[in-house]
Structures are given as C-alpha cells and as structure tokens.
C-alpha cells in the first residue's frame, strides 16, 4: 500500500461544478499536510496547507479528518483555469527528519 | 525575485555520460531537496541538505551524488548516466525541514537518458 494514495482520475467537471478529491494517508503519526498544484509540464505549485479544523481560501476548502487518516480538497465554482494536477502531500517523521510524501496527483479537467 | 532556478531545463545523454544538474536558491532558505518525478510514481526524493554543510540520502539515491556548495546553491551529479534515470528532475528549498509553509519547486530539468 503506498503511502500516500490518491485517486488519478481524471476527474472532468464543467464549469461552475463543485468538485471534491479525497487523499488517504497511512502513517497516524503525520503531522503536516498539504495541497499542491501542478500545471502540466511545470512545477508542483503550494495552494495551500491543511489544519486540524480545516481552512478556505477563496473557493477552495481543505479538510483533515485524522480519525479516518485522510484530507480533502473541495473546490467551489471551477473554473476553467483550475484545470491541473492536485497532488496530496503529507510528512513523515523518521529518526527526528522531516520528508515530505507526495501523492501521485488527481487530474482535473474543467470543461467549458 | 527569481526563487529557485534549476540547469538546464533539457538534456540528453548517452548511456554512461555524466552531467551535473544545478540548484540556485535566493530567498535564503536553509534546506533544498532533489527530486525526481516519474509517470505513475509521485515525486521521489533523491537527496536532500537540511542546512548548509549537511546532505542525506532520500528514497532513491542510488545513482546520483550531491554537492551544498554553499547556503544558496545545491547540485545534483549522475556520474554514469543509465536510461532508468530518464526522468523530470525538481529542486525545492524550504526555509527549514518542518515547516507549515511547504516547499518552492524550481521549473525542472527534463533529462532524456539513451
């Protein structure tokens, strides 16, 4: 089982849709987590970190659920623009060192 | 202010060729990671420096070799380049391991190995 699993998708939604991706994580002892974007072709991009109460940033709200070892992303009103790769990411802590652990990204398709 | 510029942004190699893959950081982070990012596998971390004078193997280093050379700049060597090594290549910097504030990626080095 991998570490930090996501579903590929692609997930194809039109515009204005609300769409939610899920990421499960196996090691309860993770303690950071994150939501990165990646365009096609260029580099993974912060949109933001996710905390224990969970958080928004415009139409975009994050989610922890540790009981269940999993976090979300919902994203309001898509957009065309939000079309992208959402890749999970979570830390691990071995031996008193940080490593971050990327998912392998959900795929969103935002149809016009 | 530029964040992190990665060089070259494409190569080819042969089989058993060397390269060295540079790593410039300005916003005066302490610890730079290299990663590589392959179809199917997530991103992989090959090496990391968690300050300068300090480097320490990641997931899969076999391989590759790293060089701090100083608080900015990070490098990444293949000394005998092999086709399983084909792949985009990412540096990131942190301001330090732990931190809420994730990573800056630079753009990428695509590295075509035949």
């Known amino acids: 089982r991998k570490e930090v699993e996501q579903d590929p998708g692609p997930f194809n939604v039109p515009e204005g849709a609300t769409v939610a991706f899920n990421c499960t994580y196996s090691n309860s002892a993770s303690q950071s987590f994150f939501w990165y974007r990646q365009d096609c072709r260029k580099e993974p991009k912060l949109l933001m970190s996710v905390y224990s109460s969970g958080n928004e940033d415009g139409r975009f709200t994050a989610q922890l659920n540790r009981a269940s070892q999993y976090i979300s992303l919902l994203i309001r009103d898509s957009k065309l623009s939000d079309s992208a790769t959402y890749l999970c990411?979570?830390?691990?802590?071995?031996?008193?060192?940080?490593?971050?652990?990327f998912g392998t990204g959900t795929r969103l398709k935002v149809l016009a | 202010n530029a964040g992190v510029t990665q060089t070259p942004k494409f190569q080819v190699l042969k089989t058993g060729q060397s390269m060295t893959l540079q790593c410039a950081q300005d916003?005066?982070?302490?610890?730079m990671y290299w990663y590589r990012q392959d179809p199917g596998m997530g991103l992989r971390l090959i090496y990391y420096s968690a300050s300068e004078g300090t480097t320490d193997k990641g997931e899969v280093p076999n391989g590759y070799n790293v060089s701090r050379l100083n608080k900015r700049e990070f490098s990444l060597r293949l000394e005998s380049a092999a086709p399983s090594q084909t792949s985009v290549y990412f540096c990131?910097?942190?301001?330090?391991?732990?931190?809420?504030?994730?990573?800056?990626f630079g753009s990428g080095t695509r590295l075509t190995v035949v």
């Open positions: 916003m005066n982070h302490n610890s």
């Open positions: 990411v979570v830390n691990r802590v071995t031996s008193g060192t940080y490593k971050y652990i």
């Open positions: 990131a910097s942190s301001d330090r391991q732990a931190t809420n504030y994730g990573y800056t």
